[in-house]
C-alpha cells in the first residue's frame, strides 16, 4: 500500500503523504534496537538455557499429551548480530563461543530430562535450520535422539531451504517448522518490529515446504507502536491472511524482555503490554486454525496483564483454552471493572496522537487520590 | 478561514470558519462516542468511532476516511523520525516533525502527552510551533488539557482543547477541576472545562487574561515553571499585547515580570530621554491613580508651587514598574497597575526600583537630587546621594512638606521658568515614548494647550493630536499624521482606496513591525497619507491574516 522511497525527501501526492526522513526509518528504529542490546550482554554461560514440560494437544489424540520443550544456548539468531527486533531480549541467553562439544554436553543434559514425551519442541533463540548456529550433522543428531511422534523445530524463512528440509523431516516423525512471522503487514514487520524479512518471503518458503512438514506460525501480539485496538485488528487480520497456509498458529502476547527495545519504551511509559481482554477479542470470533496462546508472563508487569484482581482466572481460562481448543470457554470470562477502562483507553488512544500509553497521562493525577 | 476578534499576547478568541460551520476560539472538543457524552453545552465535539463534523480513526484499521489524518509516527524517544499520513482534511495538520504545511488553518501536537513530562519541553514545543506558524493560524494540544492548565495553554498560544484527559481520569474516579483533582464524576471535570472556557474568553476579550493564568499556575509548580520560560523570552508575547489596557493586579511573583510591565521599564531605558532641568525629585507612589489625582501627590505640588518647578523632574518610584516620570503617569500601565502595599518591600523590588532610577539618573544631568520618600523607602536615599526631605516623616507631615517646599525653592529658585517650554517637553518625552525617538516630530512648531490631562498640541492653529487620559496615549490628527508620516514609523500600506471606517487586514499590504494593538497608525497609500486611527492587531499581524480588522479609523481623508 506505501510506496517505498529510495530517494531523500518527500513527497506529496494529494491527500496521500510520505515523508522519509534522510536515514530512512528503517535506519533509525534498528539504531534504537541496537542501542537497548548494548545493555543487555551476550551470556558467558555454556549449558542448556531451559527445558521443561506442559500439556499440548495432539491431533491423533483425544486428550492433551505431554511436550517436552529445550532451549539449546547456540551462537543465536544471525538477525540479532546483524540487526535485531524489537520486541527480542533472546540475544542475551546466547553465547559468541558455543563449540560443537558444548552442544553435545547440552544433547545429553536435554535428553536427561526427557521421558519420551510425544510432543518434542526444539529452540535455539535463533533458527534451527541455521547452520552457523547448529551444523547439520549436530542437527540431525539433536532430531534422532528423542523418540516423538512430533517434532516442533523453529527458523526464520530465510534459513528454510527444500532439501535440507526434505533430508530432516526423514529422520524424525511428524516434523513441524515453526516461523516467527509476528504479523502479516509488511508496514508493521519493518515499522514496529524490524523483522527483516517480508510477508512474501514467508508465503513463498511455507508454500515449499508445507507438502512435507506442518506448519507453525508466530504471531505478536501488541508490537511496540501499535495502539491497543490495532494490535488486536492486527493479529485478526493476520490469522486471516494465513490460515490456510499455516497448521497451528500460536499467539506471543509481547512480554517486556530485558535487553529489548520493547524494554526500553516500557520504562518510559512509552509501553504497554497487551490486556488480557484483548487476548480474549483476538480468540473470539476467530475459528479456522488450531490456536495456541503463550503465557510467558502473563499476570505479570511485563506480560500480559489485566488489572491484578481478575489475571489468574482469566489466565487458566486462557490455559484450558489452549489444550481443549473450545471456544465456549471464552464466552464465558467473568467482567471485571477493568474490562470498561480498557475498552475506554481503546477508544481514547487514536485521539491522542501518541504511540505511547494513556498511562503516561494518568498518571500524572495519581498523586491527588 | 480564521478570524480574530480579540487578543492578547499570543491569547486569542475568535471565529473558525470550517466546513462551512462557524467555530468560536478557544474551544473544547468534546469526545463523543459510545462510551462519551459530551456536555449539553458543549459546542464542538470529537467523534471517535463514527463519521461527524470531526472525527478520527486509526492509522492501521479502515474505518472511514476522517477529518484528522490517520497517521503513523513513533514517540519523542525515538527521535521521532518516520512520520506517515493518509486521509485527513487538508486544512489539518498533525504536527511531529515533518515539515509544516502551509496551507493548513489547524496544526494539531503530535506526542503531546509528553509534554507533561517536563515544563521545558511543554515551552519549547508549543512556543517553537507558535513561532512557524502566523499569528492567527491554531493550534490543537490532544489529551493534555485539564481546567488548571487550560489558561497557561492558551496564553502559550494553544486554541483548541479536548476532554481526553477528563475522561481518562474520570474513569479512575478524579473529578478535575480548576484548583487539584479530587473523588468525583468525569462529568463534573466536563462542566468545570466548560465553565474554564467561558473564562477564557472573557480573560481575552478584557485584556485580563494573564491574572487568571497566574492564578491558575499557582496550583502547581511545574506550570509556574513554563510561565517563567515565558516571561524569560517576551518578545513573542509581546508583539500581541496592547499598548493601553483594563487594571493590571500586580498580586504574585509572576507579576513582577508581565510583558507590559517589561515593555514599560524596556522603554524607560530604550526610548525615554528626560526634560533638561537641573532638580530631580523622588516622590513615592500612591494608591489613587493617575498619580496626580492622589491627595499625596496634590499636597506636593501644593508645596512646589513657590519654586520654579518648571526645572525640575519629578520621578514616582514605585513595584513593578520601578520608576515613573510625572509626564509618562498616564502611559499605560502607569495608571491601572494595583500593588499590594504593606510597607515590605522584597529584595527584587528594590532592585528594581534602584536600576530604574539609576537609567533615569545616567539620562539626566541633575544638579541635586530630592528624596521626598515614606520610611519604607528609605532603602532609595541610602543608595543615592541626595537630600532627605521626607527625614523618616510621613511624606505629607506638615514638617515633611515644608522641608520640601523650602528645598525645592532652595535649589531651583522662585523665579518662574517658561511654562509653555516645560509643557512642551513633557509631552515630546511623551510622545517619544509611545513613537521613539521620531515621534518628537509631533511638537516642532507646536504649542500645548488646555487643562491637563487633556492637553492638545496645536501648530498655527490646527490640532495635530491629543493626550487623551482614558488611553493613556496621544490620539493623532490628520494634521499630526501628516507631521510624523515622513518618519516612516508606525505606518500600514493599502492599496489605492478610500478607507472609511476600519481597514481590514486583507487590505494592508505591509505595516510597520513596531506597531502594537492600539498603537496609532497612520494609514497610507504609498505616499499619501489615507487615515489615521488605533490598531486592532499587531503590524505583524496585519500583514499576514486575511480576516479582522486591522486599524480603526479615528479620521480619514
Redesign the interface.
Known sequence: MFKELSFKGFLIEEKFIILLPFDGPKMNLEKHIKEAHKKGSRSHRKDLVACWKEKEPLEKEKEPVEAFSVIFRTRGCYWAYASGCSMCGYHTDTNPNIDKKDLEDQLQEALSEYDGEKIVKIYTSGSFLDEKELEQSMAVDILESFEAEKTVIESRPGFIDLKKVKHYSKKVDGLEVAIGLESADDFVLKNCINKGFTFDNYDKKVRLISELVSIRTYLLLKPPFLLEREAIEDVKKSVEKIKDLTDVVSINPVNVQSGSLVEKLWWRKNYRPPWLWSIIEVLKDMDDPIVFISKAGMGSKRGAHNCGECDDLIKDMIHNFNLTQDRSLLSSVPDCRCKKRWSLENEIEPSLFFRGTPKLLSDRYTGYL | MIEITDRWGLAKKGLWDFEGHTIKIPNVFF?E????TPPQDAELT?S??RGSLFD??????DYHEST?PR?????G???N????????H?KIQ?VYH??LDPEAELY???????L??RSRLLFEKIIGLRKEIDEHKLIYV???AQPQNMALLTYLGVDLF?S??A???G????ELSDW????GETEKSKLNMLRELRLLRKGIEHGRIRELVESRVSTEPWMVEVLRHADHEQELFLEGVPVTGDDVYVTTRESLNRPEIKRFSQRIKSRYEPPEREVLLLLPCSARKPYFRSRTHQRIREATRQADWTNMQELILTSPLGAVPRELELFYPAQQYDIPVSNMWFKEEKELIIGQLNTVMDKGDYKKVISHLPKDMEFVPDSIECINTAAGDHPTSSEAIDRLAKTVKNFTGQKKGDVQRYLRENLTSFARFQFGKEGEALLKDAEVKGRYPRYRIISRGKQRGMLVPERGLISLTMEGARKLKEKGIYQAQIDDFEPKGSVFAVGVKKASHEIRPEDEVMVMHEDELRGVGPASMSGKEMEKANRGEAVRLRHHT
Open positions: 469526545l462516542g459510545d462510551r462519551f470529537l471517535v468511532d478520527i480513526s486509526s492509522f492501521f484499521i484528522f497517521i503513523f509516527s513513533y514517540p524517544v525515538m527521535g523520525v518516520l512520520v506517515q499520513e493518509k486521509d485527513g487538508e498533525v515533518q515539515p494539531v501536537v503530535g506526542n503531546a502527552p509528553e507533561l513530562q490532544p489529551g493534555i479536548d481526553t484527559f475522561e481518562l481520569v474513569s479512575e474516579g478524579v487539584m483533582g479530587f473523588s
